[in-house]
Structures are given as C-alpha cells and as structure tokens.
C-alpha cells in the first residue's frame, strides 16, 4: 500500500533562514507527488509536483523539491523564509496502484515563521 | 483558472438533521472528490466521482453519500449528522483520469451540536 509521512508536525524558523520541511513516502509503483499549500481558512494551493521527468521541482513562491528514489523522500525547500510563508503544508502521493487516481496524503506540517 | 466553489464557509446543524454540501466547478472537469480534514489527520479521502452518476468509495464513507446528477456538480449528504461528523469538508476536482492535479474549494466548517 501507498503512504506518506511527514516528518514534522510543527516547524518554527526565523525570518530570512531556509525551511525544510521532511516527506517520506511508500510506493510500490513510480509515484506521483505533490506538495499542497493551505493557508488559515483557505483551500489547498498546488506548490509543486514530481511526476517522473527532472528529478529537483521548482514550484511557486520559491519552494523547491527533490525526490530522491534511493531514499524514499521528497523533501520541501526554500533559501529564505517570509512571513507570509506560514501556513500548513502537506505532502501527497498518487496511488497509481490501484489506478483510481487517489491521493493519499501526509498529516501536514504546519510552517512558523518568526520575525 | 480553476475555480471550484462550497456553497458554504460555515455550517451548525443539529444531531440528526439531513445535511447537504455542494460543491461546484467550472472548468468541465471529470473528476471531483470530497475530504474532510481533521487536525493531525491530514486529509481523508469521503467519496469520489469520476463521471455523471457515477461514484466511488474512498477511504472514511461510513456516514455519507454523494450525488453527481450534473458533470459540475458535487453534492456531499450526510444523512443524520452526529457530533463525530463536526470537521472541514473540502471539495477538489481533477481534469480526468490521466490528469493527477487536483483543485480545492476554500471548504466547508461544519458544526454538528
């Protein structure tokens, strides 16, 4: 079966320092994976996916990813937090096994961005 | 852009009462799909629609059931809500099969007393 984890539930940085936000994930098959965005109060944005083609992502506002199949991860990074960077971040992978295009996501890591 | 829209940000019911949700989408995708996010749980996947009348069980079904009457529409019923049914419900929808990204409505915070 497919799976996520985060690795952090909470992450706390100051202003202008790098955030990395930890995600490992089980699958069997080559996956798809997504890093999702929510905002207090707001629905998920799309960040950033990987979806077998250039193994580092860059997505919006900065955020970069890389998956690493040797180690099962695809971690979330940025050089340099903003404020407006806090917000609870989720890890998704697809679960192409059973071909019904599901997500299967991580609990979230919620993002602290201190001035 | 994608927009898909709840028809509301928040809702009180009352233990027992027939609850609907409704989502909408304008962007003529196929497939639409119904959440509910719980503190540390992350999102769990309720039901799913890959096409007109047609839907599928996800993950946490017990409790509820949908209805795809229209390609844009995506209605969630919850037929007696209980207290353990209080949670945010997001609505997202992809473009079709072969198409993994998904797209969120703002979601519904549902009270159930």
């Known amino acids: 079966a497919q799976s996520v984890t985060q690795l952090d539930s909470h992450v706390s940085v100051s202003e202008g320092t790098p955030v990395l936000l930890r995600c490992n994930y089980s699958?069997?098959?080559?996956?798809?994976l997504f890093w999702y965005v929510q905002h207090p109060n707001k629905g998920l944005q799309l960040l950033l996916k990987y979806t077998s083609a250039a193994t580092l992502v860059k997505g919006i506002n900065g955020f970069e990813a890389e998956f690493k199949k040797s180690e099962t991860s695809f971690h979330l990074t940025k050089p340099s937090a903003h404020m407006s960077d806090a917000a609870e971040y989720f890890c998704?992978?697809?679960?192409?096994?059973?071909?019904?295009?599901?997500?299967?996501f991580g609990t979230g890591t919620r993002l602290k961005v201190l001035a | 852009d994608v927009k898909v829209t709840q028809s509301s940000r928040y809702l009180v019911k009352r233990t027992g009462e027939k609850v609907f949700l409704e989502c909408v989408q304008d962007m003529d995708h196929e497939n639409m799909f119904w959440y509910r996010q719980d503190p540390g749980l992350g999102l769990r996947l309720i039901y799913f629609?890959?096409?007109?009348?047609?839907?599928e069980k996800g993950d946490i079904p017990e409790g509820y059931s949908v209805s795809r009457e229209k390609k844009e529409r995506f209605s969630l019923i919850l037929e007696s809500a209980s207290t353990n049914q209080t949670s945010m419900y997001l609505c997202a929808s992809s473009l079709s099969r072969g198409h993994w990204e998904q797209y969120f409505g703002p979601g519904t915070r549902l009270t159930v007393t």
């Open positions: 998704v992978v697809s679960d192409s096994a059973s071909g019904t295009y599901k997500y299967i």
């Open positions: 629609s890959y096409d007109v009348k047609m839907k």
């Open positions: 699958s069997s098959y080559s996956p798809s």
